[in-house]
């Protein structure tokens, strides 16, 4: 599975974007995707995943309620709409795909991701 970040870009605090991440490959489909990001100087931190048929959805705390993850029809492009943006949302973004056999609790942990798309650098003027 190959994954293709795109969608970020500067954008003032306040403002929203919409992050694709794009899957290719036969099983594409099957995968649960998550989003993750990272700030410099910072560790990886969870943002949102979803489930590979789209039925479950988990956003880290602080983050729901301005973030939402959904998938497209042909479960092969997941997307992160991004709204209320602040300065501290400054990252990049990084998709990635698991096994769907990840329980509930495991999706946002890192490890349980296998295939990791290369990133998309967000930058929030305050």
């Known amino acids: 599975v190959q994954l293709q970040a795109s969608g970020g870009g500067l954008v003032q605090a306040g403002g929203s974007l919409r992050l694709s991440c794009v899957g290719s490959?036969?099983?594409?489909?099957?995968?649960?995707t998550g989003w993750f990001r990272q700030a410099p100087g910072k560790e990886r931190e969870f943002v949102a995943a979803?489930?590979?048929?789209?039925?479950?959805?988990v956003y880290a705390d602080a983050l729901e309620g301005r973030f939402t993850i959904s998938r497209d029809r042909t479960k092969t492009t997941v997307y992160l709409q991004m709204n209320s943006l602040k300065a501290e949302d400054t990252a990049v973004y990084y998709c990635?795909?698991?096994?769907?056999?990840?329980?509930?609790?495991?999706?946002?942990?890192?490890?349980?991701?296998?295939?990791w798309g290369q990133g998309t650098m967000v930058t929030v003027s305050s």
């Open positions: 990635a795909a698991g096994t769907t056999r990840t329980i509930y609790s495991m999706l946002g942990v890192p490890s349980s991701y296998e295939h």
């Open positions: 490959g036969r099983t594409s489909s099957g995968y649960n």
């Open positions: 979803i489930r590979w048929n789209g039925g479950t959805t």
